[in-house]
Every structure is written in C-alpha cells, then in structure tokens.
C-alpha cells in the first residue's frame, strides 16, 4: 500500500510565495535585508538585520529604515490577500515611534485590520532583541487591478 506524502501546509506555500514575490524580490526589500519568516493572509513574520546603513549618527535604526521595514512587510500581507491579477500600493502610512531602535536584529509582525474590495489596512509592530516596542506601523494598502501587460501582483 503506497503511502501519500503530506501536503505542505499552506502557511509553508504562503511564506513561499510572499518570499518570491515582488515585494520581497523588490529593491528596497533586498537593500534592508529584510526576512520573511512566515506569512498567511491574516500575518507576517520578518526580521532585519541591522548593520551600519541601518544606523543614524547616534548609533540608532534610523526611523526611515524602521518605516521601510514595516511597509515592506504589511505590503507583503497585503500580496498575499490579492486576487490573481491584481497589484498593490501603499497609499497610507502612521508611525508612532516608543523606543529608538537598536540591533542586532529588528522583528516585525503585521496583523490585518481590514480587507475590503479595493483596500487592505496591516498594522505592523517592531519589536528590538529586548521584547521593547520600537514602532507601531498602521498602513492602509490599495487593490487595483494589473495594467494590462503587466507581469506581477504587487
């Protein structure tokens, strides 16, 4: 009697495609070094690693670089939750910054507060290695639909 493998969960396909897709393939993505380490259409996992260009002159993440990594990853919630064909853009942003940043290792996760028809809102949280909350990122990311010859989803 041959014995099925199991599927993969879809949290493993998911994460997949969110890595593969152009949000994370994108520039800005690759530049932060961010890392998804899970996604499904509710979350995101990532981290980023800090290094020098992450850091301002008093030797914090920049607030920039803490921004990039929060729409970086509620954009990848957002790719996740589209319909075949469709893109995406951020047309919305708030930060409230609650401590500076700090390394080695930034970590995100984004929760979905809405998804609707034409748009999504990801709340992204970025924690330092201590636990403390460096950031609370609120975003709110448009669903339109690929222009025609367009070749990606985000």
Same mark, same amino acid.
């Given at each position: 009697?041959?014995?099925? !493998? $199991?599927?993969? !969960?879809?949290?493993?396909?998911?994460?997949? &495609?969110?890595?593969?897709?152009?949000?994370?393939?994108?520039?800005? $993505?690759?530049?932060?070094?961010?890392?998804?380490? *899970?996604?499904?259409?509710?979350?995101?996992?990532?981290?980023? !690693?800090?290094?020098?260009?992450?850091?301002?002159? %008093?030797?914090?993440? /920049?607030?920039?670089?803490?921004?990039?990594?929060?729409?970086?990853?509620?954009?990848?919630?957002?790719?996740? /939750?589209?319909?075949?064909?469709?893109?995406?853009?951020?047309?919305? *942003?708030?930060? /409230?910054?609650?401590?500076?940043?700090?390394?080695?290792?930034?970590?995100?996760? %984004?929760?979905?507060?809405?998804?609707?028809?034409?748009?999504?809102?990801? &709340?992204?949280?970025?924690? /330092?290695?201590?636990?403390?909350?460096?950031?609370?990122?609120? &975003?709110? &990311?448009?669903?339109?639909?690929?222009? %025609?010859?367009? %070749?990606?989803?985000?």
């Amino acid at each position: 009697m041959a014995v099925k !493998p $199991a599927r993969r !969960p879809r949290k493993v396909k998911a994460a997949r &495609q969110a890595v593969g897709s152009p949000v994370m393939q994108g520039g800005m $993505a690759r530049a932060l070094g961010v890392r998804v380490i *899970s996604v499904n259409k509710k979350k995101v996992i990532a981290e980023m !690693p800090i290094n020098a260009m992450h850091m301002n002159r %008093s030797g914090r993440v /920049n607030g920039g670089a803490i921004m990039a990594f929060a729409d970086v990853v509620g954009a990848a919630g957002a790719f996740a /939750n589209l319909p075949s064909g469709y893109r995406t853009g951020t047309i919305e *942003s708030k930060t /409230n910054f609650f401590a500076a940043g700090t390394g080695p290792v930034l970590k995100a996760v %984004s929760i979905r507060l809405h998804i609707g028809r034409t748009t999504t809102v990801w &709340q992204t949280t970025v924690k /330092n290695p201590d636990g403390r909350i460096a950031a609370i990122v609120t &975003q709110t &990311q448009i669903v339109i639909p690929g222009r %025609s010859g367009d %070749s990606i989803d985000a």
